[in-house]
């Protein structure tokens, strides 16, 4: 199977035809790589038969190529043989090259049968999806993408579940004084992160005063809390300066996920206790597993993959109109924009 820089290089000098007259220079700084970089991986395509190379000699004198095989059959055997291996990445790094779109006609349905839940031999079920949006912010503070939200959601846990109602999350009981100026939360024991830490009332405290520090301390969710108290290593107390009937409400969302404040945490990694976590995030895929050791029910679920692509490539070459119907398709891009519109007096 050829290599992702072959194709480069064939891609690079395709309107030339199969012999190309070159400066290595010029090829070099299209690889970024050296020179002698350069001519070293052209004598390695040599050895492996798909070109001759032949070095300018002198100052001024072009290098030569000569490709040994059509580009098309190339790439077709090179598809055939990621399928039968079950290379995805490869797959769908072909099926975004811009070529022609006939080329590789004959695997669209292969590569969409790809798609949706796969069943393999060992009964390990793997949600594939393409995806052509690439994923920004997975940092619970500041996520504001509704499908970022909602990956966010499956990879950590708040005190408090927002479903038809308040429902228990890590914390399986709460309570406030009459005056909703102190919360207590009583938190599920032996929970565990997914480093397998177990999570504790200072955690929930560590996380809080994170997100008070990257939303600003006069957000208006937050600034009337005054402290938070870990009183035992599974109850913790919420105390604020003013009546606070909705805070239970509020530590549902996304924002509010406990999180791992001990461990290195970026805008896309950072330690959970969800149902899932994140084992694989490159530019082409964005991959997650269950978390076995998950305080909740197992997903059933073995693994989630993301395949981020180009979108107009994939669209031109995986999805044919014609294999749907006589129907006007339209294009469109569609921005999903998160705005919140309360206010405090």
């Not at 490159?282 to 693994?303: C, P, S, V, W």
């Not at 119907?325 to 206010?343: M, Q």
Request: proline share 2%.
């Amino acid at each position: 199977m050829i290599s992702k820089i072959y194709i480069e290089l064939r891609l690079h000098y395709l309107k030339f035809g199969t012999i190309v007259q070159f400066r290595t220079k010029e090829l070099a700084d299209f690889w970024a790589v050296s020179v002698k970089q350069a001519q070293r991986r052209l004598r390695h395509f040599s050895d492996d038969g798909l070109l001759t190379y032949e070095p300018g000699r002198g100052r001024g004198h072009l290098s030569k190529i000569h490709f040994l095989n059509d580009f098309r059959v190339e790439l077709t055997d090179t598809m055939r043989h990621a399928i039968i291996i079950n290379d995805t990445d490869m797959m769908f790094y072909l099926f975004q090259l811009g070529i022609p779109t006939i080329w590789l006609a004959q695997f669209r349905r292969q590569l969409t049968n790809l798609l949706g839940l796969q069943v393999q031999d060992d009964h390990k079920r793997i949600l594939r999806q393409v995806s052509t949006r690439k994923i920004t912010s997975l940092d619970p503070a500041n996520v504001a993408i509704h499908h970022e939200y909602e990956l966010v959601m499956q990879l950590g846990d708040t005190l408090i579940k927002y479903d038809n109602g308040l429902q228990p999350g890590l914390a399986h009981h709460w309570t406030s004084n009459q005056s909703a100026t102190i919360w207590t939360f009583y938190l599920r024991k032996g929970v565990q992160f997914h480093n397998g830490k177990e999570m504790t009332s200072i955690d929930v405290k560590k996380t809080f005063e994170r997100v008070q520090q990257r939303v600003g301390a006069r957000y208006w969710q937050l600034i009337n809390l005054v402290k938070i108290v870990p009183r035992a290593t599974d109850v913790v107390e919420f105390y604020f300066s003013a009546s606070e009937p909705l805070f239970a409400r509020f530590v549902a969302d996304a924002k509010y996920i406990i999180i791992d404040c001990d461990s290195s945490i970026d805008n896309l990694h950072w330690i959970g206790t969800g149902a899932f976590e994140v084992v694989e995030s490159t530019n082409d895929i964005f991959r997650l597993k269950a978390f076995n050791n998950y305080y909740g029910f197992r997903a059933m679920i073995d693994e989630v993959q993301y395949l981020l692509v180009d979108d107009d490539n994939i669209a031109k070459h995986l999805f044919n109109p014609e294999d749907y119907g006589n129907y006007d398709y339209i294009k469109k891009n569609v921005l999903y924009l998160v705005l919140n519109l309360s206010s405090r007096t």
